[in-house]
């Protein structure tokens, strides 16, 4: 009777062993790979601090029955966009390893600082007579300043809160990745991808809304633990549905970037 063949484990390295030759070709395919993962993730990330000053209600009509809370759930639009950042963390984190996962992390933090520096000095230049949009009814520059600053307005203690749960989330994601990776020994990538992702969710929601409903709205600690508990729900579900995506990715990444099939990996090929 036919056995099952075992899964073959990718062997490391022998250490002081020369590495295959890679064509030079390939090897800039994979740093450009790098570096548009990189930009995608810095777009993405000022992108979720842009779009995130909207408010909209999930659920308009009443909560699930499964969801702590009543009436309506409102969310920030952010998070649409923000999920993604994990995701790529989680595929750099596969393909190119720890130090290039950190790297996009802290150049992410830097391009949102430069964001807010920007948007801050164009906040305060002055508006031009010509700056209006009659066809919208807004015939006026002060008009059109008003609205412009409000597209941008942050309170200071929410980009404290939204910078500091990003920094430390972000920066457990790829610990914690590579964490479920070694106690698997490069198994279940799903495991590693979304035990990553769902504890480092939760402490990112958990520091974001600690911080600003505590100290700005002065919200009592059982209202910010429902808030929470609702907003990390949705967050859960979202981390649940990108795992084909995370499979998918490394698929692609490893064809096009002619990553040699060696079995079960227990560390990143390009790392």
């Known amino acids: 009777m036919p056995t099952a063949s075992p899964q073959r484990v990718a062997p490391d390295r022998t250490p002081g062993a020369a590495p295959d030759p890679v064509p030079a070709a390939v090897v800039l395919r994979r740093e450009r790979a790098f570096a548009f993962a990189t930009a995608a993730f810095a777009v993405v990330l000022v992108l979720t601090n842009v779009i995130g000053v909207k408010l909209f209600a999930l659920f308009p009509d009443g909560r699930p029955s499964w969801m702590p809370g009543s009436g309506a759930l409102t969310l920030t639009t952010g998070i649409i966009s923000y999920p993604l950042t994990f995701l790529l963390t989680d595929l750099v984190s596969e393909i190119w390893g720890r130090k290039r996962a950190d790297f996009m992390v802290l150049v992410g ?148 970037l002619s990553i040699p099939d060696r079995g079960i990996a227990t560390h990143a090929p390009l790392a």
Do not use: C
Request: net charge positive; charged share 15%; aromatic share 16%.
């Open 109 to 256: 933090f830097a391009m949102s600082l430069l964001m807010l520096v920007l948007v801050s000095i164009a906040r305060a230049l002055p508006p031009s007579d010509f700056w209006t949009v009659p066809q919208l009814g807004v015939t006026n520059s002060g008009e059109m300043q008003r609205a412009f600053e409000i597209s941008f307005y942050n309170p200071q203690i929410l980009l404290f809160a939204s910078m500091a749960a990003y920094l430390v989330a972000q920066l457990f994601d790829v610990r914690l990745y590579h964490f479920w990776w070694r106690l698997t020994k490069g198994r279940h990538m799903w495991l590693r991808n979304n035990g990553s992702t769902l504890i480092s969710q939760l402490v990112d929601t958990a520091i974001v809304n600690g911080i600003f409903l505590r100290f700005a709205l002065d919200f009592s600690w059982s209202a910010i633990f429902e808030v929470i508990v609702a907003v990390y729900l949705v967050k859960v579900i979202l981390a649940l549905l990108d795992t084909p995506l995370m499979y998918a990715g490394r698929a692609f990444l490893r064809r096009f």
